[in-house]
């Protein structure tokens, strides 16, 4: 997955909260998180992490 | 504490005002201190400045709309997801290249600053409490305004620094060599 997805979708939790629309931040932020996890999950793996975690 | 009871949500937006001008700063920071190393890309410090942007949306909600415990949690949630990502790196085994600000790495000063945000915003979410949670619109002061500008412009910055150093790709050309 591209990294530029959540990077793009933060911009818009970013600019959606200086407008002061809520509802809109939030959903772009929640979409962020997911993204940044799915990045991590699906380009992370077999690499080796501390601790073996 | 009076500056809570005194005028409800007007003191706490000043001091989420303050805390996301020191996110900001963090921000900007971290990007030039990644730019300095040139040729350095490391995905997880991507995901660590995301982490910040998040915490620092929950924070930019506070400023605009008002102190919620919606927005405290937004900021919990990303503070310990970056908690998490800076813990795993400050784990990873030192490097003789790495550079060293006041004797530690940039990872773990990351790590305490994620801690104190998530402190920061249990601590406020604790005593916050007289403020009601909606998201009516409210006039917002010249410098809070100016923070608020100030955190769009480190954002964009930081996603234009992370574009230039990966492109539109999955950012994972030099992972082996970060892990």
Redesign the interface.
Known sequence: ????F???T??L???Y??L?R??A??VF?LL??GL?VA??FG??QG?????A? | MALFLESPGHGSRQVNALMLFLVCVGLVFSLAWQGMAAGYIC?LC??QR??L??A??GL??NV??GPSP?HYA?TI??AL?GVAISC?LA??PAEASDKLLMGLRLHSWAFVIFGVLAAFALLMQTLDRRWGDN?I?RTTSLLGTAV??L??VA??AS?AG??MD?G?????KS??GT?
């Open positions: 997955m591209l990294m530029v959540p990077l793009l933060g911009i939790a970013v600019c909260g200086i002061g809520r509802p931040c939030v932020w962020t998180m940044c990045w991590a380009n992370l690499h080796p992490v501390p601790l975690l | 995905p991507t995901l995301m982490a942007v998040m620092g949306v930019l909600l605009r709309l919606l937004m949630a990303a997801a795993w784990l990873l998201a619109k608020m500008v955190f769009l954002a964009l996603a992370t574009v990966c539109v790709s999955t950012c994972l992972l082996a892990l």
